[in-house]
């Protein structure tokens, strides 16, 4: 659903994202059980209706149709939901939540039910980049193109199947006098009074209409960033800014100031334009001088605590002190011994030029390129005033 030219782009390996051997699970108190998947991600009605055809993900699915969790527009959070939701990240929970957590998760293996059909939020996380903020900057560019691309495939399928998206977005609309009486609040369901106005035609038929926008969705996959470029997304801005009333007071601050936008969404090729910038810029050799930075530091590995034992076989960390937003803040990578030499060798000014790629291909197992890029992402390398 993407265009072509992604096939193309070298995207960063995010190698310090070691998802089954989670590090904010084994560092920072994260739960390891539940590690980020302590959200309710928004899958489209396609995704859902492709995921059918898989086993595991078809009894969870129809498991969530029983209950009351799935709307026409897919896996959406209810308002209860997102409430809680926000309640655990404005309390620090995320991570770590009691109450939160996807539906698709399978909790012993730490593997994801819907892996292949999995959404764009959950495809283009990782909570550390190897090009640093640039890393996030890309990858949350390609977030937003993915989802709108989402969302309008979504839309798309319900028109084409004859289910009339504007009207459904006047029915939620509808219920935003009613709000409180939506979702159910300890569980987080939508309500069936609530689901009844919601499906339409298709309550009791929810199945049906996911398979559906998935077989629709599979016919036409040759087209549908074409597709997707053409529609019109629409809102139900009523009910959600309704929705707010149902988060305690005290967690509004955690709502993202996009939500109370109402003006019309981009079309993906829009932002697409944006995230090929970022690509570019990502790998990029700096052109001028570097140096290493004086926030950061270059120590020996001293294998004490549970951190530097599980990175034994890297004979350096790097740690980074700076201050961003009245903020201090601080990170620590462990590195071999040859990235160090290397990352040292910057001690004092290099100018970029052949003979100080050609030295560095001798130090470093990392291609120059990958090596300088990631580094001046991290910002540890620096453009050099000196
Ligand atoms: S992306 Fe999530 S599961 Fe993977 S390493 Fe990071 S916090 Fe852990
Ligand atoms: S869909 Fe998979 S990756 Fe995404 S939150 Fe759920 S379990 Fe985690």
Redesign the pocket.
């Known amino acids: 659903m993407m265009p072509v030219a992604l096939t193309e782009m070298t995207l960063p390996q995010e190698r310090r994202a070691t998802c089954l051997n989670c590090p904010r699970a084994r560092f920072e108190g994260w739960r390891p059980d539940y590690?980020?998947?302590t959200?309710?991600?928004r899958?489209p009605n396609f995704l859902l209706g492709l995921a059918l055809s898989e086993p595991a993900s078809e009894k969870i699915i129809k498991r969530l149709v029983h209950e009351g969790f799935l709307l026409p527009e897919g896996m959406i959070s209810s308002p209860n939901q997102w409430a809680h939701y926000l309640t655990d990240t404005g309390e620090d929970r995320f991570g770590r939540s009691e109450k939160v957590l996807?539906?698709?998760?399978?909790q012993k293996s730490g593997?994801?039910?819907?892996?292949a059909f999995?959404?764009s939020?959950?495809?283009t996380f990782f909570c550390q980049h190897d090009h640093g903020d640039k890393g996030d900057r890309f990858w949350s560019s390609m977030q937003t193109v993915a989802q709108q691309v989402e969302m309008a495939l979504g839309q798309w399928a319900l028109n084409q199947l004859g289910f009339d998206v504007k009207a459904y977005m006047k029915r939620l609309n509808s219920l935003a006098k009613k709000i409180e009486k939506v979702s159910d609040p300890e569980t987080g369901a939508w309500t069936p009074a609530a689901l009844k106005v919601v499906w339409g035609k298709f309550y009791g038929r929810e199945l049906e209409l996911l398979t559906a926008c998935g077989d629709l969705v599979r016919k036409h996959r040759d087209e549908l960033w074409k597709i997707a470029n053409t529609i019109d997304i629409l809102e139900a801005h009523q009910f959600d800014r309704a929705s707010v009333r149902i988060v305690p007071k005290k967690y509004r601050s955690e709502i993202d100031a996009e939500y109370f936008e109402s003006g019309d969404t981009s079309p993906p090729r829009d932002i697409w334009r944006g995230l090929k910038a970022l690509h570019k810029n990502l790998w990029a050799l700096p052109a001028g001088s570097l140096s290493f930075s004086p926030r950061a530091k270059i120590l020996a590995n001293p294998k004490e605590d549970d951190e530097g034992k599980a990175f034994s076989n890297c004979s350096h960390m790097v740690e980074f002190r700076a201050r961003r937003n009245s903020h201090d803040y601080e990170w620590r990578e462990y590195i071999p011994a040859d990235q160090a030499m290397a990352l040292l060798w910057f001690s004092r000014k290099r100018k970029i030029n052949d003979a100080l790629l050609e030295r560095l291909s001798e130090i470093t197992k990392q291609t120059p390129s990958q090596f300088l890029s990631e580094w001046t992402g991290k910002k540890v390398l620096t453009k050099s005033l000196r």
């Open positions: 590690r980020c998947c959200y309710h991600p899958v996807c539906p698709f998760l399978e593997l994801c039910n819907l892996y999995r959404n939020v959950c495809s």
